[in-house]
């Protein structure tokens, strides 16, 4: 769905766009618009930019915008990386993961100076999973193991389940996602990401912790910056 609000987002980010070398792109229907608008400017000849993608989502919109593309084996320190996120708290940290995309987005964001994050205002909150579950990248191998584990840390678990397929969601690194539900609101992020992260089985987390530069709100009139 395409939002006046996304739109004012994405066109704050494309500010702060250097005019040559290599950004990431993130993955999601802001990033979408993100990725629409610079490809006009690469275009246009303004930027001189290649993005690494952080999804098959990314890359396939890489090359219907025209814009040129690299990876990290050839550009491992990235100025910015532009991305989308599911909430942000009130310290900048994130959920992301909605897309299923967590983990090439969180590898791709370490590799940047700056992580520029693009969402409308209804993302914002005090503290995650205020209104939406945290995701995680599993191994399928340790689903049934990993499930008992989190439940036992009084977390519902919930295998994401695939739409026009039948059976899990495949991440595009193979692996399947679980949709944690906390009982409230987390106080303490930083803690529930190590906790998670020291499962053997867990790859990673939609918790992006310490990473955010900046975070471009948009409204239905305008956009503003958090940092
Ligand atoms: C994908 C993501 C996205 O960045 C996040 O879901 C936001 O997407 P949208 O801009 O469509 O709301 O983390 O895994």
Redesign the pocket.
């Known amino acids: 769905m395409m939002s006046k609000a ?1 739109q004012e987002a994405a066109m704050s980010a494309l500010n702060v766009v250097p005019d040559s070398g290599a950004i990431g792109l ?7 618009i993100f990725a629409k608008e610079l490809g006009k400017k690469i275009g246009q000849g303004q930027v001189d930019i290649k993005v690494v993608p952080s ?1 098959y989502q990314a890359y396939q919109l890489a090359i219907r915008h025209s814009i040129p593309l690299t990876n990290l084996d050839l550009n491992p320190l990235l100025s910015i990386t532009v ?4 909430e942000v708290d009130k310290n900048l940290n994130l959920t ?7 983990f090439q ?1 969180k590898i791709v964001a370490s590799a940047s100076d700056e992580l520029h994050i ?3 205002e209804s ?1 914002l909150v005090d503290n995650l999973s205020t209104k939406l579950p945290i ?1 995680i990248e599993v191994l399928p191998f340790s689903l049934g193991v990993v499930k008992r584990k989190i439940e036992a840390m009084s977390i519902q678990v919930k295998v994401r389940e695939a739409k026009r397929k039948m059976g899990p969601v495949i991440t595009d690194n193979g692996n399947f996602i679980l949709d944690l539900k906390f009982a409230k609101p987390i106080e303490e992020p930083g803690e529930i990401a190590t906790q998670l992260k020291m499962i053997p089985g867990v790859i990673e987390t ?1 918790l992006f912790m310490g990473m955010t530069t900046q975070v471009h709100v948009g409204t239905e009139t305008q956009s503003y910056i958090l940092e």
């Open positions: 996304k993130g993955s999601g229907s802001t990033v979408a999804s991305d989308g996120a599911d992301k993961g909605g897309g299923g995309a967590l987005e693009i969402v409308d993302k995701p939609g």
